[in-house]
């Protein structure tokens, strides 16, 4: 049997994980999405690259090829990472400014990563902090999209991993694609000549990320309880600040990562 454990992601900028910038012009750098619910994703490969490199830095070579496996991946890791999938996506509203949204499909995967004891909101219920408007004595929230009923407040506290009940509202797996699309960070970006300030020809491409502020959750397993507890990759403290994804270099990527082990 697998030893348990998890992580919490906290964007604290603009997360890319997905297409490189590459030189086509017109390229759009999507970030990499799941399957059924379109939301940000980010691969395990991604996170177990990462933390490798950490160690690589920190504690050497073999440390590294020991926790993760060697760089060809021919050994077995004794850590293994799965996705991480949002679990509260910030958008923007007005009057509230910003309001934490997701969806049954999230908090399920959330719950059985987790393992937390608290059914899951029924769709269209908010947290207990959130301040909707009254619109014809119905509580009201206006996306960009329009309307959104809220049918009924309830304690979010369980959903939450730091125990903050942030403003938030639970909306259909069919609804949280579009509302996820809404959300997104996006820039253009331009490429310059290498010997004057002007754009080059074909320069021009765009690129989207999770906004700062957004809340994943990943699991993380273990062969046995000993490497769980031998495993101490921020030096025996349980949270640490860390670059993920690509785009470093222009201050993507900033990110909070919490262990449950």
């Not at 691969?43 to 990462?50: E, T, V």
């Not at 020991?66 to 999938?85: H, I, L, M, P």
């Amino acid at each position: 049997m697998y030893h348990k454990a998890y992580g919490i992601i906290e964007t604290l900028a603009p997360l890319h994980v997905g297409a490189t910038a590459g030189e086509e012009s017109g390229n759009l750098n999507l970030i990499f999405r799941d399957q059924f619910t379109q939301t940000g994703i980010i691969p395990g490969s991604s996170i177990r690259g990462r933390f490798r490199s950490e160690t690589y830095l920190e504690q050497g070579e073999e440390a590294a090829n020991d926790w993760y496996g060697n760089e060809s991946e021919t050994t077995e890791s004794k850590v293994k990472f799965e996705y991480a999938s949002i679990v509260w996506l910030p958008v923007f509203c007005p009057g509230q400014p910003v309001v934490w949204v997701s969806c049954p499909r999230l908090l399920k995967r959330y719950q059985r990563i987790t393992g937390v004891n608290a059914t899951i909101p029924e769709l269209y219920t908010g947290s207990q902090t959130l301040q909707a408007l009254t619109v014809e004595g119905k509580s009201m929230l206006f996306f960009n999209f329009g309307f959104l009923s809220v049918e009924k407040t309830e304690d979010f506290t369980p959903w939450f991993p730091d125990g903050e009940q942030l403003a938030a509202v639970v909306v259909g797996d069919d609804e949280i694609a579009m509302i996820h699309d809404m959300a997104l960070y996006r820039q253009s970006r331009v490429r310059l000549e290498k010997d004057q300030k002007k754009v080059d020809t074909g320069g021009f491409f765009n690129t989207e990320a999770l906004p700062e502020g957004t809340i994943l959750i990943f699991a993380i397993a273990f062969k046995n309880q000993e490497d769980a507890e031998k495993w101490q990759p921020f030096n025996a403290k349980n949270s640490n600040e860390m670059y993920l994804g690509g785009l470093e270099s222009i201050g993507f990527g900033h990110c909070k990562i919490s262990l449950n082990l």
